[in-house]
């Protein structure tokens, strides 16, 4: 028999082609497949109207493949993948397409709980109460700080490209501890200009006390 261990898969989600095709392979070449290809083929175009119109290729192609794997599981432990086999696996992945699709409208992924969880769950309608069930959250939604202003959820997310003030205060306040002519020249130098004599000597000595202060702060800490 055929262990469901040996091929699980798993595929999130199907983008479809949008083209309204039925997904049975008309036009697309799966009818001129042959040997092991053939074989899938055949058993596999009767599961596709198991699952939404717009996914219908999309399984088709994963199921082919899915079964491809398993075949090679099988041949390479010397084990024959009959056609009952290939119809368990057509079976399971048209299961775990309805779970995932439950999963993403719903937060939850009834498949991973033993069979007497689910029966108790749908029995007292505990659905709601899942500790496993992913939370959804609409990025329009208001929040209501202690002042009773409200800003919606999408405003409150960090974005990576945004500026740290903390940080900009932090360069400013350095920079107007240094001599206005030492910045500039620092520039200059950042920019890639090249620096005259004067400029190099001064800048040497403005390292050259810097350095010195900040070993005497390390001697009285």
């Known amino acids: 028999m055929l262990d469901i261990q040996e091929y699980t898969t798993q595929v999130d ?16 070449g799966y009818g001129q497949l042959q040997g ?3 074989k899938f083929y055949k058993i596999a175009k009767g599961f596709t109207y198991r ?8 399984f ?41 699709k439950f999963r993403r409208k719903n937060g939850i992924d009834c498949g991973r709980c033993s069979r007497e969880q689910r029966q108790k769950c749908k029995a007292n309608n505990l659905y709601g109460d899942c500790p496993k069930a992913v939370r959804l959250e ?6 209501t700080d202690a002042d009773g202003n409200q800003i919606e959820l999408s405003q ?19 920079l107007q501890s240094y001599p206005h002519r030492f910045v500039r020249i620092a520039y200059k130098k950042y920019a890639g200009y090249p620096l005259t004599v004067t400029e190099r000597q001064y800048l040497y000595r403005q390292r050259s ?13």
């Open 13 to 28: 989600q199907y983008q479809g082609n949008g083209n309204g095709n039925n997904g049975n392979g008309n036009g697309n």
């Open 36 to 38: 092991d290809w053939e």
């Open 51 to 58: 699952v939404r119109p717009e996914d219908r290729q999309d």
């Open 60 to 100: 088709l192609h994963d199921l082919l493949l899915t079964m491809h794997k398993v075949k090679a599981k099988y041949d390479a432990i010397g084990k024959e993948l009959t056609e009952a086999g290939l119809i368990r696996v057509a079976c399971y992945e048209v299961a775990q397409y309805w779970r995932n």
């Open 138 to 143: 609409s990025l329009d939604r208001l929040l």
């Open 156 to 174: 409150m997310i960090a974005d990576d490209n945004a500026v740290d003030v903390s940080d900009r205060l932090d360069a400013r306040l350095t």
């Open 209 to 221: 006390k810097a350095y010195k202060v900040s070993q005497k702060s390390l001697v009285f800490a």
